[in-house]
């Protein structure tokens, strides 16, 4: 029996409008669009892109940066609307974008669990019941009880992330967030993430790191200047690519 598709793209187009002038502040910038004198450019961000990904794959996105890696998995997220194409998606879908996007910098650790927690969807009781979990995973100890303004960018990014993975979603979107923090904690992080693998939850993936997604996917996408260049097993594609770009 023929697995479904879980997420569906069809001819996705996004295209963004750049400002030709350069604008200082924010009244000159409301003067020139009154007047009617702000000119744009055209520029195309994905262009015709397709394809499928069906449930329990692993797909890697490669690409070097201004590809439209992130793009799309905005797209697909929800997060950006896409200008022409069809984007289609079925299950319980996790973003993992930008973690810690939605922290208040003035509220300690514990507090962003709940905020944070809230805007991703999880209940406050669910967060109290799993609160110990999350504090234990982003080895923050007593810096839980610290506003987050004196945190790293790697402290909070593994809150963002002992947050955000609370849950088994049907389709997980990664971008670059297995980078985080120290090398302990990547490898700790792989490992959750792979433990959600071993559920059978399919997967689009971000990452520069080809080892990592040559032990992480079972297929890759590889876009350029935000068109599909090549669709395939991992390990043909990674290898183009990695020929490609080291010319």
């Given amino acids: 029996m023929e697995e479904k598709n879980v997420v569906s793209v069809k001819d996705l187009g996004v ?4 400002s030709e002038q350069k604008v200082d502040n924010l009244k000159e910038y409301v003067i020139r669009i009154v007047k009617r004198q702000m000119r744009y450019k055209e520029f195309w961000a994905l262009r015709n892109v397709s394809f499928d ?17 992130s793009t ?20 319980v879908l996790v973003p993992l974008l930008e973690l810690g996007a939605g922290f208040d910098l003035q509220y300690t650790g514990a507090e962003n669990i709940y ?29 839980i009880h610290v506003p987050l303004k004196n945190y790293s960018s790697g402290m909070r990014a593994r809150l963002g992330f002992a ?35 071993d559920k059978g939850i399919t997967v ?5 790191n080809l080892v990592q997604v040559r032990s992480l996917c079972t ?29």
């Fill in 163 to 197: 947050i955000a993975t609370l849950v088994e979603p049907d389709i997980l979107i990664l971008d670059e967030v297995l980078s985080v923090g120290d090398v302990q904690f990547r490898k700790k992080s792989e490992n959750r993430i792979k433990e959600m693998f």
């Fill in 53 to 69: 990904v069906k449930k329990g794959e692993r797909v890697a996105i490669l690409g070097l940066n201004g590809a439209g890696k």
């Fill in 115 to 143: 905020l944070y927690g809230a805007m991703l969807g999880y209940s406050k009781a669910f967060l109290k019941e799993k609160y110990d979990e999350i504090v234990e995973f982003s080895e923050l100890g007593d810096f």
């Fill in 219 to 247: 297929r890759a996408i590889w876009l350029e200047n935000g068109h599909v260049v090549e669709d395939g097993p991992v390990d043909e594609v990674t290898a183009h690519f990695e020929e490609k770009v080291t010319k």
């Fill in 204 to 208: 689009l993936f971000v990452s520069h």
């Fill in 15 to 18: 295209k963004f409008h750049l």
């Fill in 72 to 91: 799309m998995l905005k797209v697909i997220a929800g997060v950006l609307k896409a200008t022409e194409g069809k984007v289609s998606r079925s299950g």
